[in-house]
């Protein structure tokens, strides 16, 4: 079946390398979400998670859905012409179109109000989700605590 891919979030589109056969293909955001809460729900098995593993690769990349981050992904691989109102300049937007906080603000929110077990929870979870690109610590010169608010409390995507 042929999808208009422009009406349809995306994930990733890969990149032909002449290896595979699925080379150009491109995965669909609803098909990428669940697949890794597949693989995360199996990892986190063995330790006896696996809900929070499913939970983690189902909001990991929540923000993706958001319009920025769909324009600047579909500009990037040319599934939105140049000279149309929504194309944007992708190399200039490469790794600053937020797309992991949404989904941690998404467990933060859901629960704030949790006992101190639930909060502990809540937390690690948060932390997964919104720093599964980046690194919590990698920016020595301002306090943690302050970082991760920072991102908590960012207004939502468009």
């Known amino acids: ?49 696996e809900t929070q593993g499913e939970l ?4 990991h990349d929540l923000g993706k859905y958001s319009k920025d981050f769909q324009d600047y992904l579909k500009s990037a691989v040319g599934l939105i012409n140049p000279d149309g109102d929504d194309y944007v300049d992708a190399a200039n937007l490469k790794g ?25 929870v809540e937390q690690i979870l948060v932390l997964c989700i919104a720093f599964h690109h980046s690194d919590l610590f990698s920016d020595l010169n301002i306090p943690v605590k302050n970082k991760f608010m920072a991102r908590i409390n960012k207004p939502g995507n468009k």
């Open 56 to 59: 983690i690769g189902l909001l």
């Open 96 to 120: 600053k179109v937020d797309h992991s906080t949404a989904g941690a603000q998404a467990i933060w929110q859901a629960l704030a109000n949790r006992k101190p077990k639930g909060a502990l």
């Open 1 to 49: 079946m042929t999808y208009n891919t422009l009406n349809i979030p995306i994930a990733h589109q890969r990149e032909s390398d002449g290896e595979t056969e699925s080379d150009g293909e491109t995965q669909f955001l609803e098909d990428h979400l669940i697949g890794v809460s597949r693989l995360a729900q199996g990892f986190a098995k063995k330790i006896g998670l």
